[in-house]
Nanobody, 115 residues
Framework: QVQLVESGGGLVQAGGSLRLSCAAS????????MGWYRQAPGMQREWVAI???????YYEDSVKGRFTISRDNAKNTVFLQMNSLRPEDTAVYFC?????????WGQGTQVTVSS
């Protein structure tokens, strides 16, 4: 069984920063893509950033230049550094990992940005 556990969410003022972490544990046979998604109240879940197994990164337009995704393959961990946060970034943030055994999601961590 694979588990993804996010941490690092919280309450921050607009313009502030947060760093999210997501660690995968359990029986892991190689992680391909890892990514961050978010879901605001009453909205559909949307992708935020993705990093491939080779380290190529992709960002949703609204976070380009503000968020940075990275990963530590030795620790099966993915990070999301979020700078210049805006109230519209408020959401529950989920990590996702794609492995040979399937696709796994974390339980989510709340990020709240006050104006």
């Amino acid at each position: 069984q694979v588990q993804l556990v996010e941490s690092g969410g919280g309450l921050v003022q607009a313009g502030g920063s947060l760093r999210l972490s997501c660690a995968a544990s359990g029986i892991i046979f190689g992680i391909n893509n890892m990514g961050w998604y978010r879901q605001a109240p009453g909205m559909q879940r949307e992708w935020v950033a993705i990093i491939t197994g080779g380290g190529t990164t992709y960002y949703e337009d609204s976070v380009k230049g503000r968020f940075t995704i990275s990963r530590d393959n030795a620790k099966n961990t993915v990070f999301l550094q979020m700078n210049s946060l805006r109230p519209e970034d408020t959401a529950v943030y989920f990590c996702k990992a794609t492995m040979s055994g399937g696709v796994y999601w974390g339980q989510g961590t709340q990020v709240t940005v006050s104006s």
